[in-house]
């Protein structure tokens, strides 16, 4: 690791500890040069450990940006927010797939990222699952509805 400071390429771990419920790591950092004192917080990435089974038969890698991206996109209805928060949206939803899937498809990428939009905003989770076709949305007296509604028959009056 390098120094955040005067970017000397040695640096030694003063303490570190494990998180406790994320797989992630805290260190502390000395530089050997100018004795600066750091912080960083390690995670595990996607990047390069997990390949993403395509439809197709191919393998691609996770790509954090287009995730970045297609989270932003679904805070239409606020932009400022989607700013704000795809970054972090999309880190949670990366280091949920790290500890809970071992291959991965884009299907599963959708549905955790649903699962993780609809904590935090109903509207972005049903703007993003109505682009990623995760939900059906059928018109019903001016509401979207989740699921289509059971045929209605006609019943006769009985005398």
Known sequence: MFCINC?????????????????????RRVC??????FTTLERPSLVDST??????????????GI????????FSH???AGKHHALWLAQTVESTLVTQIQ?????????VTHQVLKQFDELAAMQYAAKHKLIISVRRRGRPSLVSPAP????????
């Open 78 to 80: 606020a932009p400022e």
């Open 7 to 27: 970017f000397h390429s040695k640096t030694s771990v003063a303490n570190s500890r494990p998180h406790k419920k994320q797989p992630s790591v805290w260190r």
């Open 51 to 64: 390949p993403i089974q395509l439809p197709s038969g191919g393998t691609d890698s996770f790509n954090l």
């Open 67 to 74: 995730l970045i991206i297609s989270i932003a996109r679904a």
């Open 103 to 111: 291959s991965l498809t884009p299907e599963d990428i959708e549905a």
């Open 152 to 159: 209605r028959t006609r019943e006769s009056p009985s005398r």
């Open 32 to 37: 050997s040069k100018c004795g600066s004192v």
